[in-house]
Structures are given as C-alpha cells and as structure tokens.
C-alpha cells in the first residue's frame, strides 16, 4: 500500500465523451503525476503537477487536462473520448525538491474503457 | 515515446535461480529507477539509482548502472513464485521534472 488513492477503479464510457479521474496524494507529498498505461506496454508520461502548476507535459493532446488542488490532490479530465483512449490511467505522487528527485509513489490506477 | 528497452521482454525461471533483466536508455538520465507490476495494477517501486552512483542493493535486489553505456541490469537473487511480475526501468532526465518514461517491461514468471 502506497497511500495513493484512485477512483473509480473502473470506468465505461462511450467515444465522444469525457471522463474525470481522482487522485489523493500520499501524505506530505507536493508533485503528481499522471501516466496513460496501454495493455501490454510501460506507462506513459501524461503530465505532471508541482504545487498546482503544470510542472511538464508529455506527447498528448490538449483534450487531456489536468488540476492539482491545494490539499494536492489532483483531477485528469479527458475530453471527447477516443476508442484508443482505453487504457490504465496511474498517478504518481512524490517529493518535488528543486534539484533532488525521489521515488514515485503509483495508484493502483483506473482502468478506462471507451466503447 | 518510450526511452528504454528492457531486455528480455519475457523471463521464465524455476524458484530459487536468480533473475537478470536489463535495461537500456537513450538521454542523460538524472535518475533510474526499478518497479514491479502484477497484473496490470499499480506499480510498486523497487529502487532508484542515481547518476553517479554505480550499484545499489536492497533485500534480494542489486541494481547496477553504467552511464558509459546507458544501460542498467536488475538483479533478483533467490527468486520466489511471489517475484512473478512485470518489471520496468524507468529513467528520469531534464532539469525541474521529475517525468518518468518507462520501458516496455520484462514479464518474469517464477515455477514453483
């Protein structure tokens, strides 16, 4: 157990539609980050907050989107939903200290399937 | 796009052997770190090794890294049916980010 929580475990939605993915931090932890994980591959980098700003973002459309609240929790919104959307969604919290990098701390993720 | 390329994709051994697995990066890296997933859940990290370390130990787990050659090997010693798992190199580069791009994984599988 990581004390990093994702719901909903599981998610159904149609193409065209949009999703909304939580995420609580663990305790004491500033940055999250989110990653896509397609079936049979590593996860990939989405974007990542630090302290409720947008600290990076990998190779994905504006559709994607995120928030990270000021108890550092944090939302990936996704919009008009694609069938190659369907995948597991991880987030990821750590320390963010200016030049020193920690371990990541992953959810056990939502597993989204867009029909 | 992904960074790494473990190696091998897929790893069958008998309970008690060791368990080798490689990994292979392109960039500076900052970081390398290690972690293992079942079933397609969340990812449980192993260990981190930094850029100027050489080797790391933890338990059953000895990590080596050599920038020379961007490459890192993970090493499980004594392995258990419980080691069974996926397992992923993840490099973390840039100044400011502390972004991981992951490998493909190496599916390991433990026979009692």
């Known amino acids: 157990e990581t004390g990093v929580t994702q719901s909903p475990t599981h998610l159904i939605k149609t193409r065209g539609q949009q999703v909304t993915l939580r995420c609580s931090s663990q305790?004491?932890?500033?940055?999250v980050s989110w990653y896509q994980q397609a079936l049979g591959q590593g996860p990939q980098f989405i974007f990542q907050y630090y302290r409720e700003e947008e600290n990076g973002r990998g190779n994905f459309p504006p559709r994607f989107s995120g928030l990270q609240f000021p108890n550092y929790s944090s939302e990936l919104n996704v919009n008009a939903l694609e069938l190659d959307d369907s995948a597991l969604y991880l987030c990821?919290?750590?320390?963010?200290?200016?030049?020193?990098?920690?371990?990541?701390?992953f959810g056990p993720g939502t597993r989204l399937t867009v029909t | 796009s992904q960074q790494g390329e473990e190696d091998p994709q897929a790893l069958s051994i008998q309970e008690g052997e060791n368990a080798t697995m490689n990994c292979s990066y392109k960039?500076?890296?900052?970081?390398l770190q290690w972690y293992r997933q079942n079933s397609g859940r969340g990812l449980v990290h192993l260990i981190l090794?930094?850029?100027?370390?050489r080797e790391k130990h933890s338990g059953r787990l000895r990590v080596t890294l050599d920038t020379s050659k961007k490459s890192s090997s993970l090493l499980i010693t004594a392995s258990r049916a419980a080691d069974t798992a996926s397992y992923f190199c993840?490099?973390?580069?840039?100044?400011?980010?502390?972004?991981?791009?992951f490998g493909k994984g190496t599916k390991l599988s433990v026979i009692p």
């Open positions: 993840a490099s973390e580069s840039g100044a400011g980010s502390y972004q991981l791009t």
């Open positions: 090794i930094r850029s100027n370390e």
């Open positions: 990821a919290s750590s320390q963010g200290l200016a030049g020193l990098s920690y371990e990541q701390y």
């Open positions: 305790s004491g932890h500033n940055t």
């Open positions: 960039t500076s890296i900052n970081n």
